[in-house]
């Protein structure tokens, strides 16, 4: 089995630190420090990448400017063919890259296979869907408006914007890297990419798949470093045309410090999981352990509250716990289902959620249990409004139930979230799930099912302070695109057929 930073991807490392790209090439930082990675199972340093500094992001956006110019006047069916060639070649080299989420965010092994996988499926439909919806534009004529004849033709068409920033989070850091490449280059942008620093590695291999499919010099960047240094230096980088970030509250924070440039902000999210009297109780169950608890809840459509009608509460936590008590609890090398949180903070901040919980009364389903950054999964029954974990985002194994005694209870606390991601609702009525999901404020509401981003072409949003705008395959790709018209002004109008 390949192993990361080996094989076809030697050229990334240099000595113990890997590269960045730029220019087409893999380059050493001219500051000579580096940034570590810490592996979340072992909490020692796994990996180390390159701290590169301004006047290194300064070039990276001049290289990325240039050569977009030339990208803009390449062929779409062109454009898609590399963009075919990545996604295989990504796949090909499934085994590296997933070794590199393994160790960098402690991703199970399976998972990470299917990540890299999904990954390469992405950029192969975004390059079809671009195929299909950039070689469309439109026409329109001038005398359907009051007061005109026929002696305007637009033809409107959608352009590239330029330079993006592309900055995905720790949790899937191939999968939403790509979900931001693949729309910005079909739609003939150039991009700079700054992974997250857990994942950075796993991305760098990614970034690699892309160099061997041939792509033009300097279109596709990648650079890594501390937030401190070069963050703000980036998003706020008058050479940056569009920024699209998925992660936590630094979205809003760069939603305040961008210039004039279209934003794509994915954030985070409270996903409710509102369960009727006559829903199919097995099936909740079964979704709540999956929604709640798969990659040991750090997923931003992970059920985060389970809204529970009181006369069912009862059996659905009893059903919760068998289900919980047989999940195996270790490290991502052995596929176990839940695995260890991502940082030590991010461990802290969740028991810290999970103290305030016991000290207030909650109920809890099993003993909470932690070593260095694993989580025993824990279900808190009877959690009240005023319990912090009733509101905030714990990113891990712990999820809260609030018993309710009316549908419009659970609608309300889910509306008067800050969030607004996901949400969904169990029942076999469907009268009831569609005027549930139609008042329930969140950018998608799952009948009978789990949140999920996926299919990855389904369009993506959220609502309040879990984003702006919409991804999905075509969402992304039109959000990376501007409009543009040129009008035919005739001497004298022109009907056709007439």
Same mark, same amino acid.
């Given at each position: 089995?390949?192993?990361?930073?080996?094989?076809?991807?030697?050229?990334?490392?240099?000595?113990?630190?890997?590269?960045?790209?730029?220019?087409?090439?893999?380059?050493?930082?001219?500051?000579?420090?580096?940034?570590?990675?810490?592996?979340?199972?072992?909490?020692?340093?796994?990996?180390?990448?390159?701290?590169?500094?301004?006047?290194?992001?300064?070039?990276?956006?001049?290289?990325?400017?240039?050569?977009?110019?030339?990208?803009?006047?390449?062929?779409?069916?062109?454009?898609?063919?590399?963009?075919?060639?990545?996604?295989?070649?990504?796949?090909?080299?499934?085994?590296?890259?997933?070794?590199?989420?393994?160790?960098?965010?402690?991703?199970?092994?399976?998972?990470?296979?299917?990540?890299?996988?999904?990954?390469?499926?992405?950029?192969?439909?975004?390059?079809?869907?671009?195929?299909?919806?950039?070689?469309?534009?439109?026409?329109?004529?001038?005398?359907?408006?009051?007061?005109?004849?026929?002696?305007?033709?637009?033809?409107?068409?959608?352009?590239?914007?330029?330079?993006?920033?592309?900055? @995905?989070?720790?949790?899937?850091?191939?999968?939403?890297?790509?979900?931001?490449?693949?729309?910005?280059?079909?739609?003939?942008?150039?991009?700079?990419?700054?992974?997250?620093?857990?994942?950075?590695?796993?991305?760098?291999?990614?970034?690699?798949?892309?160099?061997?499919?041939?792509?033009?010099?300097?279109?596709?960047?990648?650079?890594?470093?501390?937030?401190?240094?070069?963050?703000?230096?980036?998003?706020?980088?008058?050479?940056?045309?569009?920024?699209?970030?998925?992660?936590?509250?630094?979205?809003?924070?760069?939603?305040?410090?961008?210039?004039?440039?279209?934003?794509?902000?994915?954030?985070?999210?409270?996903?409710?999981?509102?369960?009727?009297? #006559?829903? #199919?109780?097995?099936?909740?169950?079964?979704?709540?352990?999956?929604?709640?608890?798969?990659?040991?809840?750090?997923?931003?459509?992970?059920?985060?509250?389970?809204?529970?009608?009181?006369?069912?509460?009862?059996?659905?936590?009893?059903?919760?716990?068998?289900?919980?008590?047989?999940?195996?609890?270790?490290?991502?090398?052995?596929?176990?289902?839940?695995? @260890?949180?991502?940082?030590?903070?991010?461990?802290?901040?969740?028991?810290?959620?999970?103290? #305030?919980?016991?000290?207030?009364?909650?109920?809890?389903?099993?003993?909470?249990?932690?070593?260095?950054?694993?989580?025993?999964?824990?279900?808190?029954?009877?959690?009240?409004?005023?319990?912090?974990?009733?509101?905030?985002?714990?990113?891990?194994?712990?999820?809260?139930?609030?018993?309710?005694?009316?549908?419009?209870?659970?609608?309300?606390?889910?509306?008067?979230?800050?969030?607004?991601?996901?949400?969904?609702?169990?029942?076999?009525?469907?009268?009831?799930?569609?005027?549930?999901?139609?008042?329930?404020?969140?950018?998608?509401?799952?009948?009978?099912?789990? @949140?999920?981003?996926?299919?990855?072409?389904?369009?993506?949003?959220?609502?309040?302070?879990?984003?702006?705008?919409?991804?999905?395959?075509?969402?992304?790709?039109?959000?990376?695109?501007?409009?543009?018209?040129?009008?035919?002004?005739?001497?004298?109008?022109?009907?056709?057929?007439?």
């Amino acid at each position: 089995m390949a192993v990361a930073g080996t094989g076809v991807f030697a050229e990334i490392l240099e000595g113990e630190v890997y590269r960045y790209y730029a220019d087409g090439e893999w380059r050493v930082s001219a500051s000579g420090k580096s940034v570590s990675i810490v592996n979340p199972t072992t909490r020692q340093t796994q990996y180390r990448v390159q701290a590169c500094t301004q006047e290194e992001v300064n070039k990276v956006m001049e290289t990325a400017k240039v050569a977009q110019k030339a990208w803009a006047r390449t062929p779409l069916w062109k454009r898609a063919e590399l963009l075919h060639k990545a996604a295989a070649i990504l796949k090909e080299h499934k085994n590296p890259i997933a070794e590199c989420l393994v160790k960098e965010i402690a991703k199970p092994a399976k998972d990470a296979i299917s990540e890299v996988v999904r990954s390469g499926d992405l950029v192969s439909y975004t390059a079809e869907e671009g195929v299909r919806i950039l070689g469309e534009g439109k026409l329109l004529v001038s005398d359907s408006f009051p007061g005109n004849e026929r002696n305007k033709y637009c033809l409107s068409s959608k352009v590239p914007l330029g330079v993006v920033l592309a900055i @995905p989070p720790f949790n899937y850091p191939v999968n939403l890297a790509v979900s931001k490449i693949g729309p910005a280059l079909i739609a003939g942008n150039s991009l700079v990419l700054k992974p997250p620093t857990q994942g950075a590695v796993a991305a760098l291999h990614m970034v690699h798949c892309f160099h061997l499919a041939g792509f033009p010099k300097g279109l596709i960047n990648c650079v890594t470093g501390k937030g401190s240094e070069i963050g703000d230096f980036l998003t706020m980088h008058p050479g940056v045309n569009c920024i699209s970030f998925t992660g936590g509250d630094t979205g809003i924070a760069i939603s305040k410090k961008a210039g004039m440039v279209p934003l794509q902000m994915e954030l985070g999210g409270k996903d409710a999981c509102i369960v009727l009297e #006559d829903a #199919d109780l097995d099936l909740v169950a079964a979704n709540i352990v999956k929604g709640g608890f798969s990659y040991s809840g750090q997923r931003c459509t992970a059920v985060k509250v389970v809204l529970i009608m009181e006369s069912v509460a009862d059996i659905v936590v009893e059903k919760v716990k068998t289900k919980l008590a047989k999940l195996t609890v270790g490290p991502p090398e052995a596929d176990s289902d839940i695995t @260890p949180v991502v940082t030590e903070s991010s461990a802290n901040f969740i028991e810290g959620l999970v103290m #305030d919980a016991k000290e207030k009364g909650a109920t809890f389903c099993q003993e909470y249990r932690r070593e260095g950054n694993l989580i025993w999964p824990l279900l808190l029954d009877h959690v009240r409004p005023d319990m912090r974990i009733a509101w905030e985002e714990p990113f891990g194994p712990v999820l809260p139930v609030i018993r309710i005694n009316s549908v419009e209870e659970g609608i309300h606390h889910c509306n008067a979230s800050n969030f607004g991601l996901q949400g969904c609702v169990f029942t076999k009525d469907i009268n009831k799930a569609i005027m549930i999901s139609d008042a329930m404020e969140t950018g998608t509401v799952q009948i009978n099912s789990a @949140p999920a981003r996926g299919p990855d072409h389904f369009p993506f949003q959220g609502l309040k302070d879990s984003g702006i705008g919409s991804q999905g395959i075509t969402n992304s790709i039109n959000m990376m695109t501007k409009v543009k018209s040129t009008v035919i002004n005739l001497p004298s109008p022109s009907y056709t057929m007439g």
